[in-house]
């Protein structure tokens, strides 16, 4: 079968194009429409793309997609969508009557799809559709690399370039100089349509402070299968390497050292609002993370415009499709991208940047406190020794009233006629703890080697507890003991107590944690303002969250006052740990670009000299000398104290018992010595 001259014609055309831009692609998808309504033109493209793709250099995936096989737009939009999902597509191509479908399907996908690569070039092959009108479309601002194909008119039509090395082709509705032969074959019918005409290539502007959505023409293909423009003419340029003044749409917070983001007086700041109604420069912007734009925009020549937000609003997306904040603003698309200590919170619904810095999150807990002054006395010995010592006094003095028994069965007590037990079992008891307390008791008169050699072997061991005790009571009492300290996340859990930090945010990592000690925090964990945080750092049952930064350094918010962390310890382990990032729209055809920026300050050593530089600039120096003592263990001693009363509390506490129970068993013997005498 012979093919049409159109074919040939545009056949060197999808050459040019598809073999030098398409040819090291791994994947591309053709989407066309095969029905009956085609035109003439359309399916000339269809004959001729499969021509040039037959004749590839390297075998390359295709994805066809006939949109005459679908019933809508739906159908499109959830093919295009699977397509993407099971494969890496890098190219497409378009043969459709309303490339506006296609469009609108593509974005659906990007919005939706769990594969997300950012698409390399589109080849949209039209018919009568005016560029004017495609090119406008916002959606075409997500896939910038693009190059729209149609015929021209004659008068659109440039004057030819160059010599040509056969007889002149004649252009339609020219009547001069057309040869007898081609005048024969357009009586004829043999020529179809668009024989001899030029095809116009277009392109979005994309870049520049204004205009972005103007179509640009970039060359016509002229019947004699060259380019119009005598000299190299880029097809698909790189509109990412120099924005030329293209407005970004920022929004950030403010939390140092990552971003400080403030309103101020239109001339006085350094970067402009998105709302220039506030003037312009009435933003300043500063931080770590804000470096990373600043120099971004610098390099890649965009202007940065930015929204603020204030302290800690990183806002949210909730499941009714609902959201504020910074991130709900991201996710309106107010905003093209946001920046501040943004964790990997809304993978699914937004598109992340490389990591920027690792941050963690852990508590500044309190501190051990110094136990109360009457414990002092059973301090010495533990529970479980106490427990021991008090059963052994039992078994002693059980084991001294047998051994008087057995004395008196045996008639060693002469004098005595009758063993009242209940009396013999309770002075026996007094005995025995009188020996463990070293305190004089009664004589214990016997006769027997047995029973002296058990009361000389009790009061050996009386002596060297006695010792021990007093030993360690001594030198409790010179140096004051602290409770044990909660320095540990399990320990904290443990304790029940709660946290704040300023935003909910803060355990969005852990809301959906499987571990038990992550659930019990952030079933712990409260929101409160700046002034309740304030006061809550001097409680002695609650924690704050703080956050420790890729430098080594610690962040908190300017709620905890200097005096508030001498009582304060900061755990030893971290709640959780991510790294920052910035988040923008899914889609956003400048992630990678960012992403390579990000990886030169990091690689460079930018990053950690402008946090340094930052905590130095907007931190108390005092504050993280400090922080950084109590994460080291380190605290400060304090000056000798003059004793008081609260000192000896634990010796009036023994004596108010002693006297207490005294008093309590003289009013008892009164009652049953009254008792027995009015019976």
């Known amino acids: 079968m012979l093919l049409q001259p159109l074919v040939l014609h545009l056949s060197q055309l999808l050459r040019l194009v598809v073999g030098q831009y398409f040819a090291s692609f791994s994947s591309i998808m053709i989407v066309y429409n095969n029905s009956g309504s085609a035109t003439r033109l359309q399916l000339d493209y269809l004959s001729a793309l499969e021509l040039v793709l037959r004749d590839m250099p390297r075998p390359v995936l295709l994805q066809w997609i006939d949109v005459a096989k679908l019933k809508d737009i739906s159908d499109l939009e959830q093919q295009l969508m699977d397509a993407l999902n099971c494969s890496v597509t890098e190219g497409f191509i378009t043969i459709l009557p309303h490339t506006e479908h296609f469009l609108h399907a593509r974005y659906y996908a990007t919005r939706n799809s769990v594969v997300r690569l950012k698409d390399k070039r589109y080849l949209f092959l039209c018919?009568?559709?005016?560029?004017?009108?495609?090119?406008?479309?916002?959606?075409?601002?997500?896939?910038?690399?693009?190059?729209?194909v149609r015929p021209g008119t004659e008068k659109d039509s440039p004057p030819e370039a160059g010599p040509k090395t056969g007889p002149p082709t004649p252009v339609p509705g020219r009547k001069e100089g057309t040869s007898v032969n081609t005048?024969?074959?357009?009586?004829?019918?043999?020529?179809?349509?668009?024989?001899?005409i030029n095809f116009e290539l277009w392109t979005q502007k994309f870049v520049g402070a204004f205009g972005n959505l103007d179509a640009v023409r970039l060359d016509a293909f002229l019947p004699n299968e060259?380019?119009?423009?005598?000299e190299r003419v880029e097809l698909y340029p790189n509109k990412l390497l120099n924005l030329q003044g293209r407005s970004l749409r920022v929004g950030s917070i403010t939390y140092v050292p990552y971003t400080i983001t403030n309103y101020v007086p239109a001339g006085q700041g350094d970067v402009d609002p998105i709302n220039l109604h506030k003037g312009r420069l009435s933003i300043v912007f500063d931080g770590a993370e804000a470096n990373v734009m600043k120099t971004f925009c610098q390099v890649h020549n965009c202007h940065l415009r930015l929204e603020a937000y204030g302290a800690d609003n990183w806002g949210g997306i909730y499941e009714n499709e609902t959201s504020d904040g910074m991130l709900g603003d991201i996710y309106e698309q107010r905003v093209e991208l946001a920046i501040g200590c943004i964790y990997n919170w809304y993978n699914g619904i937004t598109e992340t940047s490389h990591t920027i810095a690792r941050s963690s999150v852990t508590f500044l807990g309190p501190a051990p406190s110094p136990l109360p002054s009457w414990r002092t006395n059973i301090l010495p010995y533990n529970d479980y020794t106490w427990l021991l010592l008090i059963l052994t006094m039992f078994f002693c003095g059980a084991f001294l009233y047998f051994m008087k028994y057995v004395s008196y069965s045996l008639g060693l007590k002469g004098n005595e006629e009758v063993f009242h037990?209940?009396?013999k079992l309770e002075k026996s008891m007094l005995d025995t703890f009188a020996l463990f307390i070293q305190q004089p008791s009664a004589p214990l008169d016997f006769n027997r080697f047995a029973p002296r050699f058990f009361l000389?072997?009790?009061?050996c061991a009386t002596i060297t507890l006695e010792n021990i005790y007093s030993g360690q009571l001594k030198s409790m009492l010179t140096i004051p003991f602290y409770s044990a300290p909660v320095d540990t996340l399990e320990k904290f859990a443990l304790a029940q107590w709660k946290w704040a930090a300023p935003s909910i945010i803060w355990v969005h990592t852990i809301q959906t944690s499987d571990l038990v000690t992550?659930?019990?925090?952030?079933?712990?964990?409260?929101v409160h303002d700046y002034s309740y945080l304030s006061n809550a750092s001097y409680m002695p049952n609650y924690g704050l969250g703080i956050e420790r930064l890729s430098s080594g350094s610690l962040s908190v918010g300017d709620y905890v006052s200097t005096d508030a962390l001498e009582n304060r310890i900061v755990l030893r382990d971290d709640l959780y740990f991510d790294y920052t990032r910035a988040v923008s729209i899914r889609g956003w055809i400048l992630m990678p670009e960012l992403d390579k920026h990000i990886l030169t300050c990091q690689e460079t050593g930018l990053y950690v000299h402008w946090e340094l530089e930052f905590i130095v600039k907007y931190m108390d120096k005092r504050k993280q000398e400090v922080l950084m003592n109590l994460a080291n263990g380190h605290k400060a001693k304090g000056a000798p104290q003059a004793l008081d009363v609260h000192n000896i509390a634990g010796a009036l506490f023994v004596l108010a018992f002693g006297f207490t129970f005294a008093g309590?068993?003289?009013?008892?013997?009164n009652v049953i010595f009254r008792l027995r005498k009015s019976k």
């Open 421 to 423: 037990h209940g009396s």
């Open 664 to 669: 309590c068993a003289l009013l008892a013997e």
């Open 518 to 526: 992550e659930q019990v925090l952030a079933k712990n964990f409260e």
């Open 127 to 148: 018919d009568e559709e005016s560029p004017e009108e495609l090119l406008s479309m916002d959606i075409l601002q997500f896939y910038p690399h693009h190059l729209m």
């Open 183 to 196: 005048r024969n074959k357009e009586q004829d019918g043999v020529l179809p349509p668009h024989r001899d």
């Open 456 to 459: 000389a072997t009790l009061l």
């Open 226 to 230: 060259t380019l119009a423009k005598t």
